[in-house]
């Protein structure tokens, strides 16, 4: 290790440059009019990536219609897997931002840009953390591939297509959580509740269902009314003209209690002045601003992975529907059923219908498992750390994606976690230090 340290240390300006390139490309999710499946700027990262490993030396392979790439070094009977993504989550409002979101800046050791921990820069750091393995001239006695997902932050079509065409890893990691190592992550369901709109109300708000919305703005009749009830309620808001912005919080739906969330306050402050709608009366009855929705499911929680979190992410009302797209992180332990049918109950006394946008399983990886223990001992190796120990998670990774996989790193327990938000950065010390782990572990894995 102490060879490997040395080649991490004479890479690591370069690392940082590659990293800032990367951040540097747009990868938010679109539907444009290029031939890409996600856009032509997740495709461009996909490609960037790529480039960035054919110069460290790694065999690549870019998926002919742009759902993945790889990058891979060595052969042997046994593939290990390090699964990362390079979409990103739109930067939401810029008027939070201190820097351009895609201008990367280094500022008091902390490079800042919308990808740094979620997820550009622990993938590159993965891969960086092999290059330095191969260049300390480690003999690599198995194959170990780097593989690129394009639409993790949506429906993980790109990862689900490199499931049906290639060869799934014998065990591996993503580089996309904390430190030391999630063992449980809980069930991720995103639905759409949709129902008739009966009135003359217009609104649309909403970054995505996994993010907590940082505004909710109204523009239409009655809005000084709003404005005042707004103050009533001391609810931060911004005036511009003929619209109404109400200022929330920004959170990863994971921790939807950790935001404020502008939607529901917007709806909280539209009944409060008589308005009325399905959407409307739903949240007032149901929800307020209880990001764990105990009028619906009750103290729903285990004790492997903790409480049921309920995120109202989006909401659009046009001529004909009212629509709320809501994530929920399912408890390890409690089923898909319990959770559709409790919700099914409530909602269709509004008239909504439940449409499933997307269901991934949860995960449990048995502590004494080889390759829990193999990740935790590099991971107190490197870090002298003996008293950290693995985690549940309400975040939905890489990790459910293919069996024997799970999420390591690349925050660190003391880490602030900007991912989702507005600011976000990683401290660049403790990318390396992140880098070194992923060493040791791949060094470990590789014996």
């Known amino acids: 290790m102490n060879e490997v340290k040395e080649k991490i240390e004479l890479n690591f300006n370069e690392f940082v440059n590659d990293l800032k390139a990367l951040i540097q490309i747009p990868s938010v999710y679109e539907e444009?009019?290029?031939?890409?499946?996600?856009?032509?700027?997740?495709?461009?990262?996909?490609?960037?990536?790529?480039?960035?490993?054919?110069?460290?030396?790694?065999k690549t392979f870019y998926e002919p219609n742009g759902y993945y790439g790889y990058a891979e070094y060595g052969d042997g009977d046994e593939m290990i897997g390090v699964l990362g993504h390079l979409d990103v989550v739109s930067p939401g409002d810029l008027k939070k931002w201190n820097t351009s979101p895609f201008d990367p800046v280094i500022k008091d050791g902390k490079l800042f840009g919308r990808g740094t921990q979620d997820d550009k820069?622990?993938?590159?750091?993965a891969m960086y953390a092999f290059k330095a393995i191969i260049d300390s001239g480690f003999k690599v006695n198995k194959k170990v591939r780097f593989i690129y997902g394009t639409d993790e932050e949506n429906l993980w079509r790109g990862i689900n297509e490199y499931n049906k065409k290639?060869?799934?890893p014998d065990y591996g990691f993503t580089p996309d959580a904390d430190f030391p190592l999630i063992y449980a992550e809980k069930g991720l369901?995103?639905?759409?509740?949709?129902?008739?709109?009966?009135?003359?109300?217009?609104?649309?708000?909403?970054?995505?269902y996994n993010v907590v919305p940082s505004q909710a703005s109204y523009e239409g009749k009655d809005m000084d009314a709003i404005i005042k009830a707004l103050e009533k309620l001391n609810y931060e808001y911004e005036k511009e003209q003929d619209?109404?912005?109400?200022?929330?919080?920004?959170?990863?739906?994971?921790?939807?209690?950790?935001?404020?969330?502008?939607?529901?306050?917007?709806?909280?402050?539209m009944n409060e002045i008589g308005m009325d709608s399905k959407c409307i009366r739903f949240i007032i009855e149901n929800i307020l601003e209880d990001a764990l929705a105990t009028k619906i499911f009750g103290e729903c929680k285990d004790e492997a992975s903790g409480s049921l979190k309920f995120n109202v992410g989006q909401i659009h009302i046009d001529e004909e529907k009212?629509?709320?797209?809501?994530?929920?992180?399912?408890?390890?332990?409690?089923?898909?059923?319990?959770?559709?049918?409790?919700?099914?109950?409530?909602?269709?006394?509004?008239?909504?219908?439940?449409?499933?946008?997307?269901?991934?399983?949860?995960?449990?990886?048995?502590?004494?498992?080889?390759?829990?223990?193999?990740?935790?001992?590099?991971y107190t190796e490197v870090t002298k750390d003996s008293e950290s120990l693995p985690i549940s998670s309400g975040g939905a990774t890489y990790a459910r994606a293919m069996d024997?996989?799970?999420?390591?790193?690349?925050?660190?327990?003391?880490?602030?976690?900007?991912?989702?938000?507005?600011?976000?950065?990683?401290?660049?010390?403790?990318?390396?230090?992140?880098?070194?782990?992923?060493?040791?572990?791949?060094?470990?894995?590789?014996?």
Not at 338 to 362: A, M, P, T
Not at 421 to 446: H, T
């Open 32 to 58: 444009d009019e290029s031939p890409y499946p996600f856009g032509k700027n997740i495709d461009e990262a996909l490609k960037k990536m790529l480039a960035i490993a054919d110069k460290l030396g790694f």
């Open 189 to 208: 369901l995103q639905v759409d509740l949709v129902a008739k709109n009966e009135t003359d109300i217009r609104l649309k708000a909403g970054d995505g």
């Open 404 to 447: 024997n996989c799970v999420a390591f790193g690349a925050a660190f327990p003391y880490t602030e976690e900007t991912e989702h938000q507005p600011n976000e950065y990683m401290k660049l010390e403790e990318m390396k230090k992140a880098i070194e782990i992923y060493a040791c572990a791949l060094l470990k894995l590789l014996k």
């Open 121 to 125: 820069g622990p993938t590159l750091g």
């Open 243 to 269: 619209k109404v912005t109400v200022m929330g919080k920004s959170a990863h739906a994971k921790d939807s209690e950790k935001g404020i969330n502008a939607i529901c306050r917007l709806l909280i402050a």
């Open 322 to 378: 009212e629509i709320l797209n809501i994530d929920i992180r399912i408890p390890v332990t409690v089923e898909k059923e319990f959770v559709v049918n409790k919700l099914n109950e409530v909602v269709q006394k509004y008239g909504f219908e439940i449409k499933e946008h997307d269901y991934l399983r949860s995960i449990y990886t048995p502590l004494d498992s080889k390759l829990v223990k193999t990740l935790m001992e590099a």
């Open 166 to 168: 290639e060869q799934i």
